[in-house]
């Protein structure tokens, strides 16, 4: 047996298994909530995390045991619909405005098998394929983000790079081929023939049309789904199709690498099928965006032809900018994108309309609000093994890239203002910026400079191999420490 089947069937035992289910249960869990909820979603099985903890010790032997013996096969993926367009909260108009995105639930099952294969190929490719194309390719692969590929966007741009292709691949995921994603597998894992199997079997697994259950996932509960035969594609959404996808483009990256650039000396970022060619001049680019066209469809893709989608961006005009990975960026700066904003603003009214309530103080919906900025910080959750503090994930952080800081200011005013409005209309209450304060509201633009200070800080947060961690949370006064520490 070869040595990365090997490897599989050694990681896939029990133990992992179940470590893996409690870092997918902690990811699922609002710890807002008093008590906690998990939110995982419902697969076509109909199983529940109540119903897989009542039987976890069979249900986690079950899945090492039907992946030693080869016998593991996935469900059919569950199609939710998610709304692209933030002013659109109905999925069915979504739907018929056709500003939607298809996303793949999988049973609690297949995405343990998910993650346990992804780790295996994911250390095999980014030590072997993926090093020839580093510094291109920002999706899906361990130290890599969407914020560091718009930073080395701005990188090229104020290196002269200012004629841009910022392109999107048409359906990327909905129309990878299958005979020529699985040659490409192949090729690459020889003589691993389980882990092939497993990932044929990944990518053909069926799909559950959205318009078949109407978004009612309980109805699983009680009835058997009507399937449809996924002929081309990988389901979107889950870890393992993220690497396929790159595994895919890896051609794409290197015939950039390797042939685009030796006739034009172009500079190119790529995050998922969402990429962005930058040159000197542009006539170039615009025999590029031919090139490029051509070479897609030598793999069975094609360019986006919504104007929106792809288009050439001349950097040299004023407040022209290139849209990428919720970022705008330009010569001048990197900033947040409008639709981002936009969409973050919505969020910010519906909690403060849905949570603020006066006898609570207000505590809640601030609460809330500081969580939408910060976080799982809030959580306050810590290593046990390490003792360090679990890794942050939140909206600024995400953001904290980008250099113009008056987004953050107005968006602070924001915030206050919409909290002004409220309380004056329904409480009759004034309230000033120090009641916030008290109230623990936290300021954008000072969390800002507090991440960005700690970036260039000795690292604070727990970075133990998924095998050691977890988390336990520690309870405290999250508005009083924080407020302390940090001198708000």
């Known amino acids: 047996m070869s040595s990365l089947d090997c490897i599989l069937l050694s990681e896939s035992n029990q133990e992992n298994i179940k470590k893996e289910f409690e870092l997918y249960k902690l990811a699922k869990t609002d710890d807002l909530c008093e008590p906690p909820i998990i939110k995982m979603p419902l697969g076509v099985d109909g199983v529940t995390c109540e119903h897989f903890l009542s039987d976890f010790e069979n249900r986690t032997l079950g899945i090492h045991k039907r992946i030693s013996k080869g016998k593991y096969k996935f469900k059919p993926f569950r199609e939710e619909i998610k709304s692209k367009d933030a002013k659109i909260k109905s999925k069915v108009l979504a739907m018929e405005l056709n500003k939607y995105r298809i996303l793949s639930i999988a049973c609690i099952d297949d995405v343990l098998t998910q993650k346990i294969i992804y780790k295996i190929l994911s250390r095999f490719t980014e030590d072997t394929v993926f090093k020839e194309t580093n510094d291109l390719s920002y999706a899906y692969r361990p130290n890599k983000s969407a914020p560091q590929a718009a930073k080395k966007l701005y990188e090229y741009m104020k290196d002269g790079y200012l004629y841009a292709l ?10 990878i081929p299958h005979n020529e994603l699985m040659s490409n597998v192949v090729n690459l ?17 069926p799909r559950v049309e959205y318009n078949t259950y109407n978004g009612n996932a309980t109805l699983f509960q009680s009835k058997i789904p009507q399937i449809t035969k996924r002929l081309a594609g990988v389901p979107q959404g889950g870890i393992l199709s993220g690497l396929l996808a790159n595994i895919y483009l890896h051609q794409f990256d290197m015939w950039i690498k390797s042939d685009l650039n030796n006739r034009f000396d172009v500079k190119y970022v790529r995050y998922a099928d969402d990429f962005v060619i930058l040159c000197k001049s542009e006539e170039s680019i615009i025999g590029i965006r031919t090139e490029v066209a051509k070479f ?8 986006h032809p919504d104007e929106k ?5 001349n950097l040299t005009r004023k407040k022209s900018a290139v849209e990428f990975v919720g970022f705008s960026i330009s010569p ?5 994108k409008t639709a981002n904003l936009l969409r973050f603003k919505s969020r910010i009214k519906e909690l403060i309309y849905d949570d603020i309530t006066l006898d609570k103080n207000f505590r809640k919906g601030i609460h809330r609000i500081n969580y939408k900025v910060i976080g799982n910080e809030l959580a306050n959750r810590y290593c046990i093994n390490c003792g360090l503090r679990e890794p ?3 909206w600024l952080d995400y953001f904290v890239t980008l250099t113009d800081i008056q987004q953050l200011k107005s968006l602070d005013l924001f915030i206050r203002t919409e909290i002004y409005k409220y309380t004056k209309f ?12 008290l109230y623990g509201l936290f300021s954008l633009e000072k969390t800002y400079y507090r991440f960005r200070k700690e970036i260039m800080s000795p690292q604070s947060y ?11 949370r520690i309870k405290s006064s999250r508005y009083v420490s924080y407020l302390t520490l940090h001198d708000y």
């Open 462 to 472: 727990c970075s133990c191999s998924t095998e050691n961690k977890s988390f336990k």
């Open 189 to 205: 894992l020889g003589e691993n023939k389980l882990l092939i199997k497993y990932i044929k079997r990944f990518i053909k697994a």
């Open 309 to 313: 989608k792809t288009k050439i961006v």
């Open 166 to 175: 910022d392109a999107d691949i048409e359906k990327f995921f909905d129309k």
């Open 332 to 336: 001048t700066g990197i900033r947040i």
């Open 392 to 394: 942050r994930r939140s």
């Open 426 to 437: 329904r409480y009759k209450i004034n309230l000033s910026k120090n009641d916030l304060i």
């Open 296 to 303: 897609l469809r030598s793999i069975k893709l094609s360019l």
